[in-house]
């Protein structure tokens, strides 16, 4: 077994002795996708990197079974040419939704609380209620979550369970039972951006949820509401949030993902105060240090002959056994 590994060298903060005794190991410099298609020829697992995962690098590597990703998100694969080729593409999905449902949750009081602003007044030498007339109380009121994978459910968790909010979630691919375990109610989306204060974004970025939430949706959502993104930035049509936000069709944003990363200098959302942003840091030092340890697990499981966890392509098998 060959393990060809495109990240830097040292990235993987956790022991690998097991992958070091069970196949050869090799860090490659991959920066483009020619190099990669040359560098993988022989490997039969690929830790992926920055270059993009496409179609000619999937039918390059001749005897690739595995790729696996140290991230969640892997729109950065052509999952579809590698379950054509019969390869498994795996993620660390759940790894990290502690963290990510933390900093949604201090987005979402930071918004309601108009935290940022009243912090940078007294820093200033200011002294009073800043903003007061735009303070929200989040009690009692109705959380809608889209997505309704390990991040959402833990965010529904703690708006249910902390403040005592009306859970409403959007996901086509769980069923009513799974959303009411968490005292909530699945409904269409078109429900929750009507009838939500709080609107929260958990899926994964596809063709499918590209622009999932544009200005139509914005504009059904209440004056008085605010939507938090910690997923992927090209989920909202950011020019349309940026049109809404100055327009004050919804109350506020907490942006922790971008269309475009980093974001632009010149970008409205950076000068407005309805608004409150981060550096996609929806992933903690600790949760990082945990995907790590689920990555290289995920691989162990492979190299050992057994069935790995957090596949997102399961009908690769099916794909296999036409072969």
Same mark, same amino acid.
């Given at each position: 077994?060959?393990?060809?590994? !495109?990240?830097?060298?040292?990235?993987?903060?956790?022991?690998?002795?097991?992958?070091?005794?069970?196949?050869?190991?090799?860090?490659?410099?991959?920066?483009?996708? /020619?190099?990669?298609?040359?560098?993988?020829?022989?490997?039969?697992?690929?830790?992926?990197?920055?270059?993009?995962?496409?179609?000619?690098?999937?039918?390059?590597?001749?005897?690739?079974?595995?790729?696996?990703?140290?991230?969640?998100?892997?729109?950065?694969?052509?999952?579809?040419?590698?379950?054509? !080729?019969?390869? @498994?593409?795996?993620?660390?999905?759940?790894?990290? !939704?502690?963290?990510?449902?933390?900093?949604?949750?201090?987005?979402?009081?930071?918004?309601?609380?108009?935290?940022?602003?009243?912090?940078?007044?007294?820093?200033?030498?200011?002294?009073?209620?800043?903003?007061?007339?735009?303070?929200?109380?989040?009690?009692?009121?109705?959380?809608?979550?889209?997505?309704?994978?390990?991040?959402?459910?833990? /965010?529904?968790?703690?708006?249910?369970?902390?403040?005592?909010?009306?859970?409403?979630?959007?996901?086509?691919?769980?069923?009513?039972?799974?959303?009411?375990?968490?005292?909530?109610?699945?409904?269409?989306?078109?429900?929750?951006?009507?009838?939500?204060?709080?609107?929260?974004?958990?899926?994964?970025?596809?063709?499918?949820?590209?622009? @999932?939430?544009?200005?139509?949706?914005?504009?059904?959502?209440?004056?008085?509401? @605010?939507?938090?993104?910690?997923?992927?930035?090209?989920?909202?049509?950011?020019?349309?949030?940026?049109?809404?936000?100055?327009?004050?069709?919804?109350?506020?944003?907490?942006?922790?993902?971008?269309?475009?990363?980093?974001?632009?200098?010149?970008?409205?959302?950076?000068?407005?105060?309805?608004?409150?942003?981060?550096?996609?840091?929806?992933?903690?030092?600790? !949760?990082?240090?945990?995907?790590? /340890?689920?990555?290289?697990?995920?691989?162990?499981?492979?190299?050992?002959?057994?069935?790995?966890?957090?596949?997102?392509?399961?009908?690769?098998?099916?794909?296999?056994?036409?072969?």
């Amino acid at each position: 077994m060959k393990v060809i590994v !495109a990240r830097p060298v040292g990235s993987l903060l956790t022991d690998i002795s097991e992958w070091e005794r069970l196949a050869k190991i090799e860090y490659v410099k991959a920066q483009d996708e /020619v190099s990669l298609m040359r560098q993988i020829v022989d490997a039969d697992v690929l830790i992926t990197g920055r270059v993009p995962v496409t179609s000619k690098i999937i039918a390059a590597g001749r005897k690739l079974k595995m790729i696996q990703t140290f991230a969640v998100g892997y729109e950065n694969m052509d999952v579809e040419a590698a379950t054509k !080729a019969g390869i @498994m593409v795996c993620n660390t999905g759940g790894s990290n !939704a502690e963290s990510v449902a933390e900093l949604t949750w201090g987005l979402i009081l930071g918004l309601a609380r108009q935290i940022p602003g009243g912090d940078r007044l007294m820093k200033e030498g200011e002294w009073g209620r800043f903003m007061s007339e735009k303070h929200m109380l989040v009690w009692g009121k109705t959380l809608g979550i889209v997505g309704f994978g390990a991040i959402g459910r833990l /965010v529904g968790k703690i708006g249910r369970l902390a403040f005592n909010m009306n859970l409403l979630a959007y996901d086509p691919f769980v069923i009513s039972a799974t959303v009411e375990v968490f005292g909530g109610t699945l409904v269409s989306l078109e429900t929750v951006m009507k009838e939500s204060d709080v609107v929260s974004i958990h899926v994964p970025l596809s063709d499918n949820t590209r622009h @999932m939430i544009c200005e139509r949706e914005l504009r059904m959502m209440k004056p008085t509401a @605010m939507i938090v993104n910690t997923s992927r930035g090209a989920v909202i049509d950011e020019a349309a949030l940026i049109r809404c936000l100055q327009e004050n069709v919804i109350a506020g944003a907490g942006l922790d993902v971008f269309e475009v990363e980093p974001l632009s200098l010149g970008s409205p959302l950076r000068k407005m105060d309805n608004v409150i942003i981060v550096s996609h840091i929806g992933s903690c030092p600790e !949760a990082l240090a945990k995907m790590n /340890v689920v990555g290289v697990d995920n691989v162990a499981r492979f190299l050992r002959g057994e069935m790995p966890m957090r596949i997102v392509n399961p009908h690769y098998i099916i794909a296999l056994a036409s072969k």
